[in-house]
């Protein structure tokens, strides 16, 4: 079954432990992304990926790092998680053709920043 | 910058009746429009896109017309289905596809039977 997976669904933390959320697709997608949604503001674009080893910010990049050593990889990297980081996270991966493209969404991180 | 804003919500209609969330952006040139539902627990998931001015999306019985002279992109559905219940946002890239998306702040329908 094609998909994007996240790991972990649920993650409490504490202000400034380290934290790795992982997101996996089996679907060869070169386009990969990241974004946090909160109430009152919707989805917020964090960084993405246009394939291995190429990263961009989005609109919200500050406290996150990404990398992309491999295509079916793209893990988001809190290193110092603060409380403004709570938040539902969501991973993206993009199939695209000549004539369309479509995101597929992982389920979704919800992480607390305590 | 670039933003979309989208009616506030929740909405809250009953099975079978007509349905508009409005849509309206700001972008210099000419952006792709996409409307993506969200499902309870669940990711979002493309509903339909349009990516140039008069072109009209379509799926699932929705529709949105891009249009360039009012900057908007509203959603329709002709008759809803309790099943239609979720967040609907709609969204525009700059660059042509889905490489940059700048969302709307989402819209809650429930659709009661």
């Known amino acids: 079954e094609a998909q994007v997976t996240q790991n972990p669904r649920y993650l409490i933390t504490v202000t400034g432990k380290k934290l790795t959320v992982t997101c996996s697709q089996n679907?060869?997608?070169?386009?990969m992304s990241w974004y946090r949604q909160d109430p009152g503001l919707g989805l917020r674009q964090i960084y993405y990926?246009?394939?291995?080893?190429?990263?961009d910010k989005g609109d919200v990049p500050e406290g996150y790092k990404v990398s992309r050593k491999e295509k079916r990889n793209f893990p988001l990297i809190l290193e110092s998680p603060s409380p403004n980081q709570t938040s539902l996270y969501f991973c993206a991966s993009r199939q695209q053709t000549a004539t369309n493209e479509k995101l597929f969404f992982g389920s979704g991180t919800q992480l607390s920043v305590l | 910058g670039d933003s979309v804003t989208q009616m506030e919500g929740p909405v809250t209609l009953s099975e079978e009746a007509f349905l508009t969330i409005n849509c309206t952006y700001t972008a210099t040139g000419y952006p792709s429009l996409f409307w993506y539902v969200q499902y309870p627990g669940e990711g979002l998931q493309l509903l339909l896109k349009a990516t140039k001015a008069d072109d009209k999306g379509s799926n699932k019985g929705f529709e949105a017309t891009y249009r360039k002279e009012t900057t908007s992109f509203h959603l329709e559905k002709g008759s809803v289905q309790v099943s239609d219940s979720a967040v609907y946002f709609c969204a525009l890239s700059r660059q042509g596809g889905s490489e940059k998306l700048v969302f709307g702040k989402g819209t809650k329908l429930t659709v009661n039977p």
């Open positions: 679907m060869n997608h070169e386009y």
């Open positions: 990926s246009m394939n291995v080893e190429v990263t």
